[in-house]
C-alpha cells in the first residue's frame, strides 16, 4: 500500500498559538489528501479535502479560517490549527489514495493545547 | 442519519473463534467500502477492501457486501488476541473521493 508520513506525531501548545502538521506522500503523487480528526474514543471525522494547487473543499461546520490547508506540492499538504484552544485538542490524521480506491493513513498527529 | 453506522461494541470472541463484526451505510450511491482495523493511539490501517456484492477473502479475513440490504460485513476466523483492536467501517461518499467512517467496534479475543 502507499505510505503516508505526518510530522509532527505529537505537539503540545498554549492557548492562542498555531500549529502546522505536515503530511507526504513518499512513494506516489497525491493529487488529493484528506484531513480526518478523532476525538478519544470517537471515529473519524472527515475535515476537509485538500487538492493540489486549488483551495481545500471543507465538511460542514469545519472553519476554514481555523484550519488552514496547503496543497503546494503532490506529495505535500498541510494543516495549520491557528489560534489553537483546548478544544482543539485531538488525533489528527492525514489520508490519501487513488480515487475511490483505498485511501491510507498517516501516523496521525496527537495536538494537545493548554 | 448517519452515513455509516456500526455496533459499537465492545465484542469478546475466545481465542481461535469467529469474530463477526457488521456496518449498514445510508447512500445507495456508495460504491467503495472498506474495513480498517485501529490499534490504541494509532492510526488506522486497511484490512480489506470490497467493491462488489458477494465475498472477498484474504487470509483469516472475509468482507461480504451487499448493495441492496446496503450491509457489508467483515468475518475473522480463527480470532487471535493480536485482532484486538477497534475495526472501523468506510464507506466512500457520493463525490467518490471522501471516506466516511463509522465509529467502530471494539474487539477483544480472549486468550
Known amino acids: 500500500g502507499a505510505v503516508v508520513s505526518q510530522h509532527p506525531s505529537w505537539v503540545i501548545c498554549k492557548s492562542g498559538t498555531s500549529v502546522k502538521i505536515e503530511c507526504r506522500s513518499l512513494?506516489?503523487?497525491?493529487?488529493?489528501m484528506f484531513w480526518y480528526r478523532q476525538f478519544p474514543k470517537q471515529s473519524l471525522m472527515l475535515m476537509a479535502t485538500s487538492n493540489e494547487g486549488s483551495k481545500a473543499t471543507y465538511e460542514q461546520g469545519v472553519e476554514k479560517d481555523k484550519f488552514l490547508i496547503n496543497h503546494a506540492s503532490l506529495t505535500l499538504s498541510t494543516l495549520t490549527v491557528t489560534s489553537a484552544h483546548p478544544e482543539d485538542s485531538s488525533f489528527y490524521i492525514c489520508g490519501s489514495g487513488q480515487g475511490a480506491r483505498e485511501q491510507y493513513f498517516g501516523p496521525g498527529t496527537r495536538l494537545t493545547v493548554t | 442519519q448517519k452515513e455509516v453506522e456500526q455496533n459499537s461494541g465492545p465484542l469478546s470472541v475466545p481465542e481461535g473463534a469467529i469474530a463477526s463484526l457488521n456496518c449498514t451505510y445510508s447512500d445507495r450511491v456508495s460504491q467503495s467500502f472498506f474495513w480498517y482495523r485501529q490499534y490504541s493511539g494509532k492510526s488506522p490501517e486497511l484490512i480489506m477492501s470490497i467493491y462488489s456484492n458477494g465475498d472477498k477473502e484474504d487470509g483469516r479475513f472475509t468482507a461480504q457486501l451487499n448493495k441492496a440490504s446496503q450491509y457489508v460485513s467483515l468475518l475473522i476466523r480463527d480470532s487471535q488476541p493480536s485482532d484486538s483492536a477497534t475495526y472501523l467501517c468506510a464507506v466512500n461518499g457520493r463525490t467518490g473521493n471522501q471516506f466516511y467512517f463509522g465509529t467502530g467496534t471494539s474487539l477483544t479475543v480472549i486468550p
Open positions: 512513494d506516489f503523487q497525491a493529487t488529493t
